[in-house]
């Protein structure tokens, strides 16, 4: 089965620092998602891209965060400084444009930020 | 805008109870709904979905049926077992909204032996 791949799986880092989190969409969707995941807001959308390009990335800090599509296999998304609020998981899902297609996710990035 | 309601957990159950989980959703637009199962450590995975008005989804036993006029989307189960322990949500995706996926907050669900 296809799947959404996400590296890496556990990241632990000092407040400050860069943090890069990759996601491989599945061969042939054009939408991809990037979801925050916390106890207390439970799923949050920090950005939608269609075809590569940027739709909606309003629930992301704009000051630290930005998510990129370099190309059709890869999505990123960087957190530039990070801070200790932003530990959570990190959701990729993509999917077939259409509001009938569901979206696949990965495994998630866990990221701590001491 | 859209949002999704989902009854508030923990749901604990024995095994071979019934499960229902609650969903009520508002759309400006005619959504698809959706739901998703999130095991321990795991990302989100489709459980089941309906894409119009009385269309019933169903899959590993567990069912939902799209009403259009009480607007929701409730789960069901008629004999859980112990493996079904997990988070589910209930979601929409709806073309009036850029096509985006909306989540409601989530119901754990603990089924013991």
């Known amino acids: 089965d296809a799947r959404v791949t996400q590296t890496p799986r556990h990241k632990v880092t000092e407040m400050g620092q860069e943090v890069t989190m990759r996601c491989q969409p599945i061969?042939?969707?054009?939408?991809v998602f990037w979801y925050r995941q916390t106890m207390m807001q439970g799923l949050e959308l920090l950005a939608y891209?269609?075809?590569?390009?940027?739709?909606?990335d309003s629930g992301m800090p704009k000051d630290r965060f930005s998510a990129e599509m370099p190309d059709a296999t890869l999505a990123t998304l960087k957190i530039q400084p990070s801070e200790p609020r932003d530990s959570a998981v990190y959701f990729c899902?993509?999917?077939?444009?259409?509001?009938?297609?569901?979206?696949?996710f990965g495994n998630g990035t866990r990221l701590t930020v001491t | 805008g859209n949002s999704v309601t989902q009854m508030e957990g923990p749901v604990t159950l024995s095994e071979e109870a019934f499960l229902t989980i609650n969903c009520t959703y508002t759309?400006?637009?005619?959504?698809?709904l959706f739901w998703y199962v999130q095991y321990p450590g795991e990302g989100l995975q489709l459980l089941l979905k309906?894409?119009?008005?009385?269309d019933k989804g169903s899959n590993k036993g567990f069912e939902a049926t799209y009403r259009k006029e009480t607007t929701s989307f409730h789960l069901e189960k008629g004999s859980v077992q112990v493996s079904d322990s997990a988070v589910y949500f209930c979601?929409?995706?709806?073309?009036?909204?850029?096509?985006?996926?909306?989540f409601g907050g989530g119901t754990r669900l603990m089924v013991k032996p």
């Open positions: 899902a993509s999917g077939e444009d259409g509001m009938n297609s569901p979206l696949h």
């Open positions: 061969l042939g969707h054009n939408t």
């Open positions: 891209f269609r075809n590569r390009a940027p739709l909606d």
């Open positions: 759309a400006t637009g005619y959504p698809s």
């Open positions: 309906a894409t119009k008005a009385d």
């Open positions: 979601a929409l995706r709806d073309n009036n909204a850029g096509n985006m996926l909306t």
